[in-house]
């Protein structure tokens, strides 16, 4: 059986074979400029959906924080605030400039954190009162050309029972990104200071210099060779077996998922909610 230190020239040879010391770390430089800017691979595909089905919120993503303690409301509103302050992407707007898909950044969108007071509902009430506000966030489509694609409500059930509901548009968020956005929340939440809390989260890289940088890369020309070939000429129609003919118009029925866990904010519940 071969040592570990000849398996590592084993593979450092059949590196220097094939040319390839392994992948490089490459930095993503600055798009500079106020924009607008060139969309992602995702976001040009969910902006396509959109064209093709408007007014549709199939690709909205939903959040719930349950908050259990005595809330400091208007800290909670400020810290959102330099949330949508400190990340760009949650400032866009999405449309088509020159025959090209863009996304602009607003620097002052209009934007509140919508309260409901149901401290005076019976328990009954209040949740069936909260599943209507929710729904009504939920279903709701985004004008994919007006910023930003959020909606924060807070729902006050009682002095220390408080639930916070985020809605976005999957164009400007996934689910790994909403991890990002909890912990800087909770982070702006905790951060005595208002001195502090406005250095906290600094970010160095925005998501429309990623997306720049993506759209400034060269195409392998060996990829899209391939790609000519395999789609060159007539395509033959694919068809497959399915149980019921395809509708003509897609049908409006949505499913929804929610799952709780432990979340390390002050909350004590959160859920996703989302299509």
Not at 47 to 74: A, K, M, R
Not at 200 to 221: G, R
Request: charged fraction near 25%.
């Amino acid at each position: 059986m071969p040592t570990p230190d000849k398996k590592i020239s084993v593979l450092e040879a059949w590196k220097k074979k094939r040319g390839d010391a392994g992948p490089a770390h490459q930095i993503i430089p600055k798009a500079g400029g106020s924009g607008p800017f060139p969309l992602s691979p995702g976001q040009k595909q969910l902006f396509f959906l959109d064209q093709l089905y408007p007014n549709n919120p199939v690709y909205n993503f939903s959040e719930i924080y349950h908050f259990e303690g005595e809330l400091d409301i208007p800290k909670l509103e400020e810290s959102l605030g330099k949330v949508l302050r400190d990340n760009d992407i949650l400032r866009c707007a999405f449309g088509i400039k020159n025959q090209e898909t863009v996304q602009t950044v607003h620097e002052n969108p209009s934007w509140e954190l919508t309260k409901h007071d149901l401290r005076s509902l019976t328990k009954e009430e209040q949740s069936v009162k909260t599943g209507e506000i929710m729904d009504a966030d939920l279903l709701q489509a985004f004008n994919l050309s007006k910023a930003p694609l959020l909606r924060t409500s807070l729902i006050m059930i009682s002095k220390t029972t408080n639930i916070l509901f985020l809605t976005l548009h999957h164009i400007i968020t996934d689910k790994w990104s909403m991890g990002i956005l909890r912990d800087q929340l909770a982070q702006n939440y905790y951060t005595k200071k208002t001195k502090d809390r406005d250095k906290a989260n600094e970010i160095d890289i925005q998501f429309t210099d990623y997306a720049s940088w993506i759209a400034n890369k060269p195409v392998e020309k060996e990829h899209l060779d391939y790609w000519k070939s395999k789609l060159s000429g007539q395509i033959q129609v694919l068809p497959l077996p399915t149980d019921y003919p395809n509708p003509k118009v897609a049908p409006k029925r949505y499913h929804r998922r929610i799952t709780y866990f432990q979340a390390r904010f002050p909350a004590t519940r959160k859920s996703n909610r989302f299509f």
